[in-house]
Nanobody
Framework: QVQLVESGGGLVQAGDSLRLSCTAS????????MGWFRQAPGKEREFVAA?????????GYADSVKGRFTISRDNAKNTLYVQMNSLKPEDTAVYYC??????????????????WGQGTQVTVSS
């Protein structure tokens, strides 16, 4: 069983930056394809960014965050990151880390992921 624990959320002002982390355990991290999703109140969970299982592989971003967010992974530390710059009030949401087992390129569909973290709140004030 894979466990995912997110951290790094908080309250910031528009234009600020945050870096979220997700630490995985229970499986060799390099065999997990990883992604970030978010859910705002009253809205469905949506794709934010995802990255392939292997270092140097492909990554994908939602149009709403492209150019502002950067996803990365450190397989030696079993940790996934997302650097979020130029934050906007519309980025306010609970951010979830997700994983699926196997060597895959990135996946944007949340239904493809097998494991989820508990989420971390990001609030951006205007």
């Amino acid at each position: 069983q894979v466990q995912l624990v997110e951290s790094g959320g908080g309250l910031v002002q528009a234009g600020d930056s945050l870096r979220l982390s997700c630490t995985a355990s229970g499986r060799t991290f390099s065999t997990l394809q990883m992604g970030w999703f978010r859910q705002a109140p009253g809205k469905e969970r949506e794709f934010v960014a995802a990255i392939s299982s292997w270092i140097g592989g492909s990554a994908g971003y939602a149009d709403s965050v492209k150019g502002r967010f950067t996803i990365s992974r450190d397989n030696a530390k079993n940790t996934l990151y997302v650097q979020m710059n130029s934050l906007k009030p519309e980025d306010t949401a609970v951010y979830y880390c997700a994983a699926r087992g196997g060597r895959y390129s990135y996946q944007v569909n949340p239904k493809s992921y097998d494991y989820w973290g508990q989420g971390t709140q990001v609030t951006v004030s205007s």
